[in-house]
């Protein structure tokens, strides 16, 4: 009886989350500037529309009424000048978090966006409705600060640092005290990144084990 050849070990696949940029930058770019667009959009109709989206999207603490909010808050911004100003981390925090691949990053975004907007609705003040991208841009930021150490990977962790020198600053806005932001939304989008960082290292770890990181 012959015995069959057998076959070489197939290659471990690297660590997704070890990565720095993502694998199609230009794919990531332009999906983050449609991704803008439709903020850009949405505000263009709710200008026209005398606010309404505002007050139909926002999340409204603790009432049934305003769980929807969840969904919708993020897309809306209380003017021209807050969705100006949350752009250029909403495209640049946006970009680098591809670099998981597209799956994982609608994963992370889909986490910091209910996880975050669950936390403004259960802790958020009475009488108030909240909008931005504030939170997922919050927690989009946590998962690029967090997800290096929770990897082990020295790229990511550099990453990390420059990130911080740049836009360290915003997490102060986690904290309570500047009147008509909600720290909240900060605060519970912040953690929500965190744990995201968490599970996707995790699964990384599980998807291969033998891996090193980079």
């Not at 471990?12 to 070890?18: Q, V």
């Not at 799956?103 to 975004?109: E, H, I, L, R």
């Not at 919050?138 to 962790?157: H, M, N, P, V």
């Not at 989008?189 to 995201?196: E, K, N």
């Amino acid at each position: 009886m012959v015995a069959p050849v057998p076959t070489p070990p197939v290659p471990t696949p690297r660590r997704s989350i070890a990565r720095v940029l993502p694998t199609a930058p230009l794919a990531a770019l332009v999906t983050m500037l449609v991704f803008t667009g439709v903020l850009y959009v949405t505000e263009l109709v709710d200008q026209v529309t005398n606010l309404q989206l505002d007050y139909a999207g926002g999340i409204v603490p603790r009432e049934l009424s305003g769980l929807d909010g969840v969904l919708w808050s993020p897309l809306l911004h209380g003017g021209w000048g807050h969705l100006t100003a949350n752009t250029l981390p909403f495209v640049v925090f946006g970009f680098l978090a591809m670099a998981g691949g597209i799956g994982q990053f609608f994963a992370v975004t889909a986490t910091i966006w209910l996880l975050g907007g669950l936390g403004v609705w259960l802790m958020g003040p009475s009488d108030s409705y909240t909008i931005g991208a504030s939170g997922v841009i919050f927690g989009w930021l946590a998962f690029l600060l967090a997800r290096g150490f929770f990897a082990r990977s020295a790229k990511q962790i550099l990453l990390a640092i420059v990130l911080f020198a740049f836009w360290g600053g915003m997490l102060f806005g986690v904290l309570p005290g500047q009147p008509g932001i909600s720290w909240q939304a900060h605060l519970f989008g912040a953690l929500a990144g965190v744990f995201a960082a968490w599970v996707v290292a995790r699964a990384d770890r599980r998807r291969a084990p033998g891996s090193g990181a980079a």
